[in-house]
């Protein structure tokens, strides 16, 4: 004899990836973000400039996590920006401070020109789930 046992509806699950591990839940929180923004990379460093974790960067992640502590800054990005050459040609950069459990870290998302178009997508509203998501995950 057969039995069927009644199962519950399983809800929607929008998180494509999971993991146990911190940093591996980080990265896919962060990928998550640039993909569904449509950006070039996003990087997290803490207040000293080191990378806590980056998504599709490429090995620039490190020098833009060591210059977010200026960047988030706009009295020494101004002068950052005027002196040197910190990103390339047609990228626009956008940064975002945070604060989890009394230790400030700086966000950055990088986006580039989308073919044919003049404008560069706004990192802002992924920066903001990037900070939940940090928020949400380092809590546990």
Do not use: K, N, W
Request: with cysteine; glycine share 8%.
């Amino acid at each position: 004899m057969t039995y069927i046992a009644h199962m519950p509806l399983l809800e929607f699950e929008r998180r494509r990836r999971r993991s146990g591990c911190l940093a591996d839940a980080l990265r896919f929180q962060l990928e998550a973000c640039r993909e569904d923004e449509g950006l070039a990379a996003i990087v997290v460093a803490d207040d000293l400039g080191f990378c806590v974790a980056h998504a599709g960067a490429d090995a620039s992640h490190e020098e833009l996590a060591a210059r977010l502590p200026m960047l988030a800054d706009p009295a020494r990005r101004r002068s950052i920006e005027e002196r040197d050459a910190l990103r390339p040609a047609g990228l626009a950069l956008t940064v975002r401070t945070f604060s989890i459990s009394g230790a400030q870290l700086h966000a950055c998302a990088v986006s580039q020109p989308q073919s044919g178009a003049e404008t560069c997508p706004d990192g802002g509203q992924a920066l903001a789930r990037v900070a939940s998501g940090f928020t949400r995950l380092l809590a546990q």
